[in-house]
């Protein structure tokens, strides 16, 4: 998909004032409108102008954007090839879906779905003077072992909000967070009453931080389970053997190897993935790995076995 540049869709400049956003998303609603528009693409852009108008007149939103502008201007703008960066929005708190008005009636493209969540309705209860605030979203990254033993961390969020001066500026602030124990990818922690505060003396919204779990060297997770690659030596696979593995929430298990094991084995280790129910696996695929032949003893043992198992043939089902 192609990377939008909702500064160019509505003729601003990157540093537009909210009069401005508001004043040329004004001229191209009535421009655009498919009631009163007779152009041929009246509806793709209006949808382009309503997508345009949600993320630049959300100061949030448009903060994140801003950032990730920087970042594709920086890499190049490959056409029709972008996709949003892992991560992009790690560090933000914004609104998720558009936040009311005439785009709420619109279809939104690829792009906007993708980088701010499909389509949600305000509710009139948040038209009124009188409304609980709104919620907001953000990304954490996690270890693969706090999310399976649980956790209390710090994370900090970047957002923009209007100073005593009137003009918007970031605002940093510390969150101390209760990763409860076998919490998975894509999951939400919600921290009550974080979000947008309320009006009229209503409560303020909540916090929904999108759990994301950064990449582990041993193991790779697949639902509820982990996989792990496990070197065995030759010896250890065709005449089997018991060995030591680690698991991911510390310590060992004593697996048994079986004889003439071959490389891409699976073999399950029950209940040592994430918690559920049932909770999930851990698997271990075998890999067989060679000894070097740097030394005398090495280099003789490998003609030894050449000689031994000289009729073994392990391209026969190549045809030759």
Do not use: C
């Amino acid at each position: 998909m192609d990377f939008k540049d909702y500064y160019k869709v509505l003729g601003v400049e990157r540093g537009a004032s909210d009069d401005e956003v508001r004043k040329a998303y004004r001229k191209l609603a009535r421009k655009y409108h498919p009631d009163v528009s007779k152009e041929a693409d009246a509806e793709a852009r209006m949808r382009d102008v309503n997508e345009a108008n949600d993320v630049l007149r959300d100061k949030d939103k448009r903060a994140a954007y801003d950032a990730l502008a920087d970042r594709v201007a920086r890499g190049g703008r490959p056409d029709g090839d972008f996709q949003p960066p892992p991560n992009w929005d790690q560090g933000f708190e914004f609104h998720r879906g558009p936040r009311g008005g005439p785009a709420d009636q619109a279809e939104f493209s690829e792009f906007f779905s993708s980088m701010f969540g499909a389509s949600e309705r305000r509710s009139a209860e948040r038209q009124q003077h009188r409304a609980r605030g709104e919620d907001h979203h953000a990304a954490i990254e996690i270890t693969l072992e706090d999310a399976l033993l649980g956790a209390e961390r710090e994370i900090s969020l970047r957002g923009l909000e209007t100073g005593d001066d009137g003009q918007p500026a970031f605002r940093t602030r510390t969150l101390s967070v209760k990763i409860p124990a076998g919490v998975h990818p894509g999951q939400y922690i919600r921290l009550a009453k974080q979000g947008v505060p309320g009006h009229g003396g209503e409560p303020a919204g909540d916090l929904y931080l999108e759990v994301r779990i950064a990449p582990h060297k041993l193991y790779r997770i697949e639902g509820r389970d982990l996989y792990m690659t496990l070197p065995v030596t030759p010896s250890e696979a065709a005449l089997g053997a018991q060995i030591e593995v680690p698991t991911p929430t510390g310590g060992t298990v004593e697996l048994s190897v079986p004889a003439k094991a071959r490389s891409g084995l699976k073999l399950r280790v029950k209940g040592r993935g994430f918690a559920g129910t049932p909770p999930g696996d851990l698997y271990l695929l075998l890999d067989i790995a060679l000894p070097p032949a740097d030394t005398d003893a090495v280099k003789q043992a490998y003609a030894q076995l050449a000689q031994a198992s000289a009729s073994f043939n392990p391209r026969r089902h190549l045809g030759v």
